[in-house]
């Protein structure tokens, strides 16, 4: 069965630390890789999206990631956290053959410590 | 520009019973799909509504059911309620048909079943 794994369940950085959240999927074929983010009390919203071409993928608020086929991994990385990146991360794969089910990662609950 | 809504927010059942929750998309958007997330996992799919009908379903039994309205609004009903359906159910509103795998998230309907 298609999976997502995410490694961390729980990081804790402080602020101005260099953040990398690890992702790895079990889909064969063509994949669409999503990250999405839930901040404390907000829905779920997209952070950024892999289909095609350029495997490094630049989302909102300085967050990007890197697709390596070859490990099946999309990590999300960003230079610098901030107290506000504080929220819960969802790693998410989709088959680029024509369907329409995301599949989810459990979350990697990132803590950033003023 | 309204988002995702659902309703209602919370909602406690007992087993056996029947449970409807509803969902708007965000304006413009034709395609609604259904997830379940249970206490610390990602939210699993459930299925997809697309032109008023069932487009895709994932591993979820036939207690499980939905349905579309013309305005593309939608609701998801369970039926015969275990103690194993209580979760977070969250809709997810997405355009152009679905085919860009961007899903915009509601807060999320929370169901107690005792």
């Known amino acids: 069965a298609q999976s997502v794994s995410q490694h961390n369940h729980h990081v804790i950085l402080s602020e101005a630390a260099s953040l990398e959240l690890g992702c790895n999927y079990s889909?064969?074929?063509?994949?669409?890789l999503f990250w999405y983010v839930q901040y404390p009390g907000q829905h779920l919203q997209l952070l950024l999206k892999?289909?095609?071409?350029?495997?490094l993928v630049k989302g909102i608020k300085g967050f990007e990631a890197e697709f390596i086929k070859s490990k099946f991994s999309f990590n999300l990385r960003k230079p610098s956290v901030q107290w506000s990146d504080t929220a819960e991360y969802f790693c998410?794969?989709?088959?680029?053959?024509?369907?329409?089910?995301?599949?989810f990662g459990k979350g990697t609950k990132l803590s950033v410590i003023p | 520009d309204a988002g995702v809504t659902q309703s209602p927010t919370h909602l406690i059942k007992t087993r056996g019973q029947q449970v409807t929750l509803r969902c708007s998309p965000k304006?413009?958007?034709?395609?609604v799909s259904w997830y379940q997330q249970a206490l610390g996992q990602g939210p699993q799919f459930i299925f997809q509504?697309?032109?008023?009908?069932?487009?895709q379903r994932g591993n979820f039994p036939d207690r499980f059911s939905g349905h579309q309205f013309p305005n593309y609004s939608s609701e998801l009903n369970v039926n015969a309620l275990l103690l194993g359906d209580s979760a977070l159910y969250l809709c997810?509103?997405?355009?152009?048909?679905?085919?860009?795998?961007?899903?915009?998230f509601g807060e999320g309907s929370r169901l107690t079943v005792l």
């Open positions: 997810a509103s997405s355009g152009l048909a679905g085919v860009t795998g961007e899903l915009f």
């Open positions: 998410a794969a989709r088959s680029g053959a024509g369907s329409y089910q995301l599949t």
């Open positions: 509504y697309y032109e008023e009908e069932e487009r």
């Open positions: 889909y064969g074929g063509t994949v669409n």
């Open positions: 892999y289909f095609s071409g350029d495997p």
């Open positions: 304006s413009g958007h034709d395609t």
